[in-house]
Structure formats: structure tokens, C-alpha cells
């Protein structure tokens, strides 16, 4: 048997420029923290390949102290193997930092834009052949591995690909899922798409060949939002048939969330308070949780919601983002037939009002509220 680790797009020293300097600084030890768990739960496990399926560093410009830090923790766990596919956000170019990296000898980065192959015995007396390619650029408008077939199907045969099977204009070495089923190899561990399919429908197949994205290790915005790590497997072949299980390790140092509320109906703060509270449950780990809440729904006039109060409802977040789209809860047909200034200031924003936009029409909505507030004389 052999057991085997697969992540992809780590993203290293990733610049977080959204962020303040302190939570930046935070989110990067926490990427690379997540790795070094990821490492260790391998070895744990007594894996014998660690594969890195791409983008392993957010640019072609690794900072000399993460470099560093990456070939020591290679080095350090040295009975398990690394195997390295430089992907379209740290290609393996002509200046690449990849040419200075002080590689130990049990890390493997591909180099050629053409599939290449390793050898390896897993700790069993498993038979492995190891196949990847990396990107030379940022681009790579074809399928390394297309049309290729293992030299000894007999063994175990991995392909270790940065690649697309879902945007053929990308030109992100973009392969579809029958060309895949014609390669043959055994199992090809695919990196470059960050939100992958749920855990239990995360390996697929197509033909005898299984493949997976395992997804971005760690999530870095609201695009990457929930548990992030990665995918271990356990391979075995016999007649050349191949056994494959696997289960999602999740291994995030930081969780981004997204969650929703309706509070329609609420007439003050302690109501839209009492409508979210439930979603308390969602944040596991609050000081390691960075979450947006969006607020929906039509509300009392003169429902103040306040940032603080709702925060306080989930902990002590890492960071939090309130999008409030509610709206204020007015009789419209009387403010549309009314002939006074406040009927005229309601007709001018209709158009808003009815906007598709969801930013737009909730802009309008609070400009309604302070105008009539204000004719009100209740500013």
C-alpha cells in the first residue's frame, strides 16, 4: 500500500492587501502555519509522497526567509517524499526563485513544461512512478499529459498537474475529463481550482483513472470561505487494478464565512439580535473566524442595526464585515400618491428603489428613510 498526501494552491507570502498590516501579517504565518500542519499530519500518517499540485507560492517572487522555511520543513520530515508542480501564479521561468531553491533530496520540483516522471518505493515495497510537468510562464495553452499513457501500468502511476478541466480559454494547461479517461494513469492529483467539489464527491473518475482537485489548502478571502486542507489516500494495486481510498483532512488555520440572515419584521436592534443569534453555532473557533454577515429583509423605520453589537453575537472574531441590506418598511403606495414634498422625494428615487442591484436599491432605501426622517424634523 501506499499512502499519499495531495494539496495544492497554498499561495504563499500572499500579500492579503485587503487587510490591515497586522491581520496581513497574521493571515501569511497562518497560510503557512496550515502547511506546516498539513506536513506533519502526513507524516503522522506515515505518507510516503507529499504532492503539491501548484501554486505553492502566490508569485514568482518567494521571499528568501518562506524558501528557506519551506526546504528546511521538506528536509526536516525527510522519510516522505515531495513532489512539487510549479503552477500559473509561481512558474518555473527563467529567473524563478525555484533555480536557487537549496532542494533536499527527498523534494522533487518539476522543471519542464514537458511531463516528466520519478521513481519511488512507498514503505510497503509499493511501486510508484511519479508524473508532473510545471508551468514556464504564466500560461501554458496545452495538456502536458493529453494523449499520454504510463510506461509500466503495472504499478502505481501518478500524474501531478496544475491544470483546468473547466475553462478551455483559460489556457491553464485546460484538459477535459474524456481526455483524461484515455491517459490511463492511475490516479492524477490536480491543482489550480480552489472551492472543489464536497468531500464526499471530491475523487472522480473518468475511464480507470481517478483524479481530484483537493482545493486551495487555506482559505485566504470570502471566495475561499469554510474548512480548507487537503486529501489523503491510500493506494494499492493488484493485477494492475487499483484500490484508492481517501478521506478530506481539514487543516485550516483560518475559516472566512460567510453568513445570512432575514430580519424582517424587526422593529429595533434587540430583534435583529434575537433573528442571528442562531447562526452563532456557525463560528466554531471565533478568534480564528473571519465572517460576513448579510442582513436581508424589511425592518421598522428607525431600526438602527450597529456593527459592534451584532459582531459581539458571534465572540471575538478575527474580522468582521456587515453588509446590511435591509430596508425600511413604508406604506409606498401612499408615499407614491402623496402630492406633498415627501411624495415628490420618494418618486425621485423610485427608480433606485426598484433597482436590480442589490447595492443600489439599499443605498436608495436609507436615503429614504433619512429624507422622510428629515422632513419628519426626527434627524
Known amino acids: 500500500m ?29 497560510v503557512f502555519d496550515t502547511f506546516k500542519r498539513a506536513v506533519e499530519r502526513a507524516y503522522a500518517e506515515r505518507c510516503d509522497l507529499f504532492i503539491i499540485a501548484g501554486d505553492m507560492f502566490d508569485s514568482e517572487f518567494a521571499s528568501p526567509a518562506t524558501l528557506e522555511a519551506v526546504m528546511s520543513l521538506f528536509e526536516s520530515h525527510g522519510k516522505m517524499v515531495f513532489a512539487v508542480s510549479p503552477g500559473n501564479h509561481d512558474p518555473y521561468s527563467q ?8 532542494l533536499p533530496q527527498n523534494a522533487h520540483v518539476f522543471s519542464s513544461d514537458r511531463l516528466t516522471k520519478f521513481s519511488m518505493l512507498s514503505a510497503e515495497g509499493e511501486k510508484l512512478s511519479v508524473y508532473g510537468y510545471a508551468f514556464t510562464s504564466s500560461t501554458l495553452d496545452r495538456s502536458p499529459f493529453a494523449a499520454q499513457t504510463p510506461k509500466d501500468p503495472g504499478i502505481i502511476n501518478i500524474v501531478c498537474a496544475h491544470a483546468d478541466i473547466y475553462n478551455p480559454l483559460a489556457k491553464n494547461a485546460f484538459i477535459t475529463p474524456a481526455e483524461i479517461a484515455k491517459t490511463g494513469f492511475d490516479y492524477i492529483a490536480l491543482g489550480h481550482i480552489h472551492n472543489p467539489p464536497p468531500p464526499a464527491e471530491q475523487v472522480q473518475r473518468a475511464g480507470t483513472t481517478h483524479y481530484a482537485y483537493s482545493g486551495a489548502l487555506a482559505g485566504r478571502g470570502f471566495d475561499e470561505c469554510g474548512e480548507r486542507g487537503g486529501l489523503l489516500l491510500e493506494m494499492k494495486k493488484i493485477d494492475s487494478e487499483l484500490s484508492l481510498s481517501y478521506s478530506f483532512i481539514s487543516l485550516s488555520e483560518y475559516i472566512f ?3 445570512a440572515a432575514d430580519v424582517t419584521g424587526a422593529a429595533d436592534i434587540n430583534d435583529v439580535l434575537a433573528k442571528i443569534s442562531p447562526l452563532s453555532v456557525s463560528v466554531r473557533n471565533p478568534q480564528k473566524t473571519a465572517l460576513r454577515l448579510t442582513l436581508t429583509g424589511d425592518t421598522a423605520p428607525g431600526c438602527r442595526i450597529g456593527g459592534n453589537s451584532i459582531a459581539e453575537t458571534f465572540g471575538p472574531l478575527f474580522s468582521f464585515e456587515l453588509q446590511d441590506f435591509t430596508a425600511p418598511l413604508f406604506d409606498a403606495d401612499a408615499l407614491r400618491n402623496d402630492k406633498t414634498i415627501r411624495g415628490a422625494f ?28 428629515a422632513l419628519a424634523g426626527n434627524l
Open 346 to 373: 420618494f418618486r425621485a428615487l423610485l427608480p433606485k428603489l426598484e433597482s436590480d442591484d442589490l447595492k443600489t436599491r439599499a443605498a436608495a432605501r436609507e436615503a429614504l428613510e433619512y429624507g422622510l426622517r
Open 95 to 102: 529567473n524563478s526563485f525555484w533555480k536557487r531553491a537549496k
Open 257 to 259: 464565512l460567510n453568513l
Open 2 to 30: 501506499a499512502k499519499i498526501f495531495h494539496c495544492a494552491d497554498l499561495h504563499l507570502d500572499s500579500p492579503f492587501s485587503g487587510q490591515s498590516a497586522e491581520r496581513s501579517l497574521l493571515l501569511r504565518r497562518g
